[in-house]
T-cell receptor, first 112, second 110 residues
């Protein structure tokens, strides 16, 4: 089954404790992206990747890092999480940036 | 920056009625897409309309695009309770970024 998986689905952590949210897709898509969703603000793009080893900033990249060492995986790294990063995070993938995107189930992160 | 802005923010209708949602954007686009999200779950792609298209249909969905007004509308005909969800437009300006609007929450009463 074609899908985008994210782990963990739920995470409660404390300020400053490094964490990684994994994202994997099995559709051989070149384009992958991370979004955060906050009430009233819709989805905002954090980082995207056009292909292996090629990443770039979206609209809200501060406090986040990403890497794309393999085509299927695109982890999101929070080196020193802060409470304002409490949010619902989505990973998505597509053949190209302009094509329809397939979304993962989301990761609800709470930073205390 | 928010490229797409949906209108209205929330919409409540009776089952069987039509629902219309609008999306406005600020810069020239390559294409515009509509997505649906059920209560905190991942988004599901509904329909894509290219900048050189004016109207597109998919089942009970009808999307229009007016590039002169920089706006799009999504019409759901004969709505059902299962259509209750949030609907988002997303635009691509030719680069690699995707910009989503804040969404319209649709509630269909049975």
């Amino acid at each position: 089954e074609a899908q985008v998986t994210q782990n963990p689905r739920y995470l409660i952590t404390v300020t400053g404790k490094k964490l990684t949210v994994t994202c994997s897709q099995n559709m051989n898509h070149e384009y992958m992206s991370w979004y955060r969703q906050d009430p009233g603000l819709g989805l905002r793009q954090i980082y995207y990747s056009m292909n292996v080893e090629v990443t770039d900033k979206g609209d809200v990249p501060e406090g986040y890092k990403v890497s794309r060492k393999e085509k299927r995986n695109f982890p999101l790294i929070l080196e020193s999480p802060s409470p304002n990063q409490t949010s619902l995070y989505f990973c998505a993938s597509s053949d190209r940036a302009v094509d329809e995107q397939f979304f993962g189930p989301g990761t609800r992160l709470t930073v205390l | 920056s928010q490229q797409g802005e949906e209108d209205p923010q929330a919409l409540s209708i009776q089952e069987g009625e039509n629902a219309t949602m609008n999306c406005s954007y600020k810069t020239s686009i390559n294409n515009l897409q509509w997505y649906r999200q059920n209560s905190g779950r991942g988004l599901v792609h509904l329909i894509l309309i290219r900048s050189n298209e004016r109207e597109k249909h998919s089942g009970r969905l009808r999307v229009t695009l007016d590039t002169s007004k920089k706006s799009s509308s999504l019409l759901i005909t004969a709505s059902r309770a299962a259509d209750t969800a949030s609907y988002f437009c997303a635009t691509h300006t030719g680069g690699f970024k995707t910009i989503f609007g804040a969404g319209t929450r649709l509630f269909v009463k049975a």
